[in-house]
């Protein structure tokens, strides 16, 4: 018998890292009716999509998938205290020591009240070390570490 369980599109993927971590598994009774049940738990690994998505391509579709969270442009009506990811980030690095994506990630989800995909503050946070203003501490495509380039 083989059951399949829905994933969410937006589930982060497992990671494992210094101060944090991202693991999944399914429990599972076996029930035996007068007799001693059967317990196990069965870890299983999210991996990420093979194709990213632009930061902020507009989709057109009949039922639109979910989109990155938008980065605000200034303008003279917006109001003050909306700000870009990429300002929460560079707020959120401020302190000098590095951050991991989980945690950056935690961060922008924390002042926006939104999940932010890990692929999207990948991408932000390399084009943040492209324009000079982080610096990559740590190796590995997602196991990377950023921190303020002073």
């Not at 999940?115 to 501490?137: F, S």
């Amino acid at each position: 018998m083989m059951f399949r369980v829905p994933l969410s599109d937006n589930a982060p993927c497992t990671y494992a890292g210094v101060n944090s971590s991202i693991e999944y598994s399914i429990d599972v009774t076996l029930d035996i009716p007068h007799g001693s049940d059967y317990h196990f738990a069965i870890p299983f690994s999210v991996g990420l999509r093979s194709q990213q998505q632009p930061l902020t391509a507009p989709q057109v579709a009949a039922s639109p998938p979910p989109q990155p969270l938008p980065v605000p442009q200034a303008s003279a009506d917006q109001a003050p205290d909306v700000k870009s990811p990429e300002s929460i980030i560079l707020e959120g690095l401020s302190d000098g020591s590095p951050h991991d994506l989980v945690s950056i990630s935690s961060i922008l989800q924390e002042k926006t009240g939104k999940y932010q995909d890990i692929n999207q503050v990948h991408e932000m946070c390399e084009k943040l070390v492209a324009d000079g203003k982080l610096e990559r501490t740590g190796e590995g495509e997602f196991l990377a570490q950023y921190s303020m380039k002073w």
